[in-house]
């Protein structure tokens, strides 16, 4: 599983080779100061540019940081945490600064805490994990069910916080995707805005719960979304099993990033 992050555009970051080195030398020896409590741990970072992994020619190219780490007395070294700073078509020409706004990551959090930190503080950013609304999570449900190619029989599953409740934090519903495709593709042709759309379905999907299990989810908070080739959580945190995927997931990313800066520009 990944975590998504927003960043905001990083300030005199420089591809050169002797540069990146600088920016991994800082990152370890912050991981040294930050994480102190267990010296036999060695830890080695690599900051790397992948100028091929963008969405388009006008994205500045992708930065990978992967931190391993080893015993004193161990040669084998693991990998700890990777992070990945990119666009995905929604870069823009900032004077001295680079932009590039996910930071998608994963492995140990007290590793990533002490990077993102260390970041922000070369780069004079901000980095903060996505918080992902029950409308925005619905969005990404729909978007893959647009592109799904699964078996009908497969299954699509809401997840529910649900604290206090028969000793468990969750309560799944599973249904067909098929049956899913058949709500989504009804309400498609209506003349109204996507966000719209999103709500018709998901009222229909409510509807037919409330119906077989005599539940009101709209009592709970919908904190997780479940498909075949995708799982989306409200925290930001996502798994994709297939690139189609990750298009599509970033795609709604962007989506969500315009709608919200126009939305606060209406505000101002």
């Known amino acids: 599983q990944w975590r998504i992050n927003k960043v905001s555009p990083l300030f005199d970051l420089q591809y ?9 030398s800082k ?12 010296a036999s741990i060695k830890y080695t970072v690599q900051f790397d540019e992948q100028p091929f992994l963008k969405y388009c020619e006008e994205d500045p190219s992708a930065l990978v940081i992967t931190v391993s780490s080893a015993h004193e007395n161990s040669a084998t070294n693991k990998v700890a945490y990777v992070a990945i700073l990119l666009s995905w078509g929604m870069s823009f020409t900032l004077d001295s600064a680079t932009h590039l706004p996910y ?12 990077v993102k930190s260390t970041l922000q503080t070369i780069f004079d950013c901000n980095i903060s994990q996505y918080v992902i609304t029950q409308n925005q999570l619905l969005q990404f449900c729909f978007k893959f069910i647009d592109c799904d190619t699964s078996r009908s029989s497969d299954n699509f599953t809401l997840v529910y ?26 309400v498609k042709h209506y003349n109204k805005n996507r966000s719209d759309l999103v ?23 919908l ?3 479940i498909l075949p080739k995708a799982e989306m959580q409200n925290n930001g945190t996502f798994k994709m099993k297939t ?5 599509i997931m970033f795609v709604v990313l962007n989506e969500i990033t315009f709608n919200t800066a126009n939305d606060t520009s209406h505000m101002t």
């Open 103 to 114: 930071l998608i990551e994963r492995g140990e959090q007290k590793v990533g805490n002490a």
């Open 16 to 24: 050169n080779v002797v540069k990146l080195k600088q920016y991994a």
């Open 27 to 38: 990152i370890r020896q912050s991981l040294v100061a930050s994480l102190a409590t267990n």
């Open 161 to 186: 916080y649900t604290p206090q409740i028969d000793h468990k934090d969750q309560l799944n519903l599973t249904f067909q995707i098929g049956d899913v495709h058949v709500i989504w593709n009804g």
């Open 199 to 221: 709500n018709i379905a998901y009222q229909m999907l409510y509807n037919q719960i409330f119906h077989m299990v005599d539940l009101d989810v709209k009592l709970l908070d």
């Open 243 to 247: 690139p189609e995927a990750v298009n």
């Open 223 to 225: 904190c997780k979304v």
